[in-house]
């Protein structure tokens, strides 16, 4: 094999690591798959549950921690945005996304979905880096969009309380398209940049969590600090509203990890295993850690530990065994909660539901992590028998390939975020009026109030 034949295998293993698809093999070398009905019916059951995690799940958690006057207009966020994002992938997301493309950003051979395959299987990319798959490609759509949907509306518990309705909107569309598309593409497709230097991104590290956690974090800027914070009572509304939403979010997220083997398989039973294993350890971290410095375990602190639990072994559940992941389940606990608590009030900016603290840096310790606790044999294959390794495994280059991704996508999103923001703000306005805030977004936005 040239060496330009093996970069382009290990590029090919790198989608595969990207997306999870641990089961096809590289179409010239291969016969053409059938769809295998095993595959395709988890695929579908785990399309379903990553759909769980934004409608009702993470509805149910953001509500539950914002104030009594902004509950229903923190869900109406979740649930317009799953609406506005489903038909904004359809016609042009998933094209960008997933089209042939370059190395940024994909093409329009599937506006509107133009030419979508249903009844046989597919294959992405073309040449010696193109990928075959078991499953139609409408499936595989429908598993995408369930990531394009739930990525932008974790933004909003960064700006929670204070942005107009449909300045939400317009800068939740203008982001799907031109934000969370590139960098799906660029992580996620043979033709990819990101792809092609080998980055490893099982299940959305970099795309959906590091890509909405800066962004949440620069809306926070932008908008400022919310009315009266730092000298009224900001409780949670309803922590038992936040508990059920973060179950939701735990039971979902073996959709999210284990659904992205896209096979009903030892590697989709590995990444279960370790998404379970690192959540648990998180969730403990956290605990511990706020009662040894606040002297009790709060009910918030436990949920916020799991979900940067879930965060941090996104990226790694399909490459590490579950020793790696008890690991990257203590540290993302220790330091989300670091990160929630002692940066923030240190840096002073109101990050309304902790988005930057537990998304983006839970993101990138896992991305990072990932760089280190790799294990070949879960991503081998006949063409590259030692698997995509990491530094315990002898390969430090590919903690430096991890490093590059992480940091370019902080610069991609969060310069490109702010752009989009103060477009928006020249359109319609950013935030609402501090009457409106001082009243509550329920009524002010949406006429509506809970009794």
Same mark, same amino acid.
């Given at each position: 094999?040239?060496?330009?034949?093996?970069?382009?295998?290990?590029?090919?293993?790198?989608?595969?690591?990207?997306?999870?698809?641990?089961?096809?093999? /590289?179409?010239?070398?291969?016969?053409?798959? !059938?769809?295998?009905?095993?595959?395709?019916?988890?695929?579908?059951?785990?399309?379903?549950?990553?759909?769980?995690?934004?409608? #009702?799940?993470?509805?149910?958690? &953001?509500?539950?921690?914002?104030?009594? !006057?902004?509950?229903?207009?923190?869900?109406?966020?979740?649930?317009?945005?799953?609406?506005?994002?489903?038909?904004?992938?359809?016609?042009?997301? =998933?094209?960008?996304?997933?089209?042939?493309?370059?190395? =940024?950003?994909?093409?329009?051979?599937?506006?509107?979905?133009?030419?979508?395959?249903?009844? !046989?299987?597919?294959?992405?990319?073309?040449?010696?880096?193109?990928?075959?798959?078991?499953?139609?490609?409408?499936?595989?759509?429908?598993?995408?969009?369930?990531?394009?949907?739930?990525? #932008?509306?974790?933004?909003?518990?960064?700006?929670?309380?204070?942005? !107009?309705?449909?300045?939400? /909107?317009?800068?939740?569309?203008?982001?799907?398209?031109?934000?969370?598309? #590139?960098?799906?593409?660029?992580?996620?497709?043979?033709?990819?940049?990101?792809?092609?230097?080998?980055?490893?991104?099982?299940?959305?590290?970099?795309?959906?969590?590091?890509?909405?956690?800066?962004?949440?974090?620069?809306?926070?800027?932008?908008?400022?600090?919310?009315?009266?914070?730092?000298?009224?009572?900001?409780?949670? =509304?309803?922590?038992?509203?936040?508990?059920?939403?973060?179950?939701?979010?735990?039971?979902?997220?073996?959709?999210?990890?284990?659904?992205?083997?896209?096979?009903?398989?030892?590697?989709?039973?590995?990444?279960?295993?370790?998404?379970?294993?690192?959540?648990?350890?998180?969730?403990?971290?956290?605990?511990?850690?706020?009662?040894?410095?606040?002297?009790?375990?709060?009910?918030?602190?436990?949920?916020?530990?799991?979900?940067?639990?879930?965060?941090?072994?996104?990226?790694?559940?399909?490459?590490?065994?579950?020793?790696?992941?008890?690991?990257?389940?203590?540290?993302?606990?220790?330091?989300?909660?670091?990160?929630?608590?002692?940066?923030?009030?240190?840096?002073?900016?109101?990050?309304?539901?902790?988005?930057?603290?537990?998304?983006?840096?839970?993101?990138?310790?896992?991305?990072?992590?990932?760089?280190?606790?790799?294990?070949?044999?879960?991503?081998?294959?006949?063409?590259? #028998?030692?698997?995509?390794?990491?530094?315990?495994?002898?390969?430090?280059?590919?903690?430096?390939?991890?490093? &590059?991704?992480?940091?370019?996508?902080?610069?991609?999103?969060?310069?490109?975020?702010?752009?989009?923001?103060?477009?928006?703000?020249?359109?319609?306005?950013?935030?609402?009026?501090?009457?409106?805030?001082?009243?509550?977004?329920?009524?002010? /936005?949406?006429?509506?109030?809970?009794?």
């Amino acid at each position: 094999m040239t060496k330009t034949q093996k970069f382009r295998h290990l590029g090919a293993l790198a989608l595969v690591a990207a997306t999870g698809f641990a089961f096809p093999a /590289l179409a010239d070398e291969a016969a053409t798959p !059938k769809i295998d009905t095993g595959d395709t019916a988890w695929m579908l059951t785990s399309t379903a549950l990553v759909l769980l995690m934004t409608v #009702p799940g993470l509805a149910l958690f &953001y509500a539950g921690m914002v104030r009594k !006057k902004n509950v229903l207009a923190t869900m109406m966020q979740s649930f317009s945005i799953t609406a506005l994002v489903t038909v904004l992938w359809m016609v042009v997301g =998933y094209s960008l996304a997933f089209g042939e493309g370059g190395a =940024y950003y994909g093409d329009f051979s599937r506006f509107f979905l133009s030419g979508m395959g249903w009844d !046989k299987p597919f294959t992405l990319g073309t040449g010696d880096g193109a990928v075959a798959f078991t499953i139609p490609e409408v499936v595989f759509m429908m598993f995408q969009m369930t990531f394009a949907i739930i990525t #932008p509306a974790l933004i909003c518990g960064a700006f929670a309380d204070r942005m !107009k309705f449909s300045a939400m /909107l317009w800068f939740i569309s203008l982001w799907s398209i031109l934000i969370y598309s #590139p960098v799906a593409h660029a992580v996620w497709h043979p033709n990819g940049v990101f792809f092609g230097l080998g980055a490893l991104d099982f299940a959305g590290g970099t795309v959906v969590h590091i890509n909405a956690g800066i962004a949440g974090l620069v809306a926070a800027l932008v908008l400022g600090k919310r009315r009266g914070f730092g000298t009224e009572n900001f409780s949670p =509304y309803n922590l038992v509203l936040a508990v059920i939403g973060a179950s939701l979010l735990w039971v979902g997220w073996f959709g999210f990890n284990a659904g992205s083997a896209a096979a009903a398989g030892g590697r989709a039973g590995m990444a279960m295993a370790v998404t379970q294993i690192a959540t648990g350890a998180a969730a403990l971290a956290w605990m511990f850690a706020e009662w040894a410095t606040r002297g009790k375990p709060s009910v918030l602190g436990v949920i916020s530990g799991a979900v940067a639990g879930l965060v941090a072994i996104t990226p790694a559940s399909g490459f590490v065994m579950p020793g790696g992941s008890l690991i990257i389940g203590i540290v993302a606990g220790v330091v989300c909660f670091w990160a929630s608590t002692s940066l923030k009030r240190a840096l002073g900016y109101d990050d309304s539901l902790d988005v930057f603290g537990v998304h983006c840096v839970g993101g990138i310790v896992g991305a990072l992590l990932t760089g280190v606790f790799a294990v070949g044999a879960l991503s081998a294959t006949e063409a590259t #028998p030692d698997g995509l390794q990491g530094l315990l495994e002898g390969n430090p280059g590919q903690f430096l390939i991890q490093v &590059y991704a992480v940091v370019a996508t902080l610069l991609f999103s969060g310069i490109g975020s702010f752009i989009l923001l103060k477009i928006v703000d020249l359109i319609v306005g950013l935030r609402v009026s501090d009457e409106a805030e001082r009243d509550g977004l329920d009524l002010s /936005l949406h006429g509506e109030s809970i009794q």
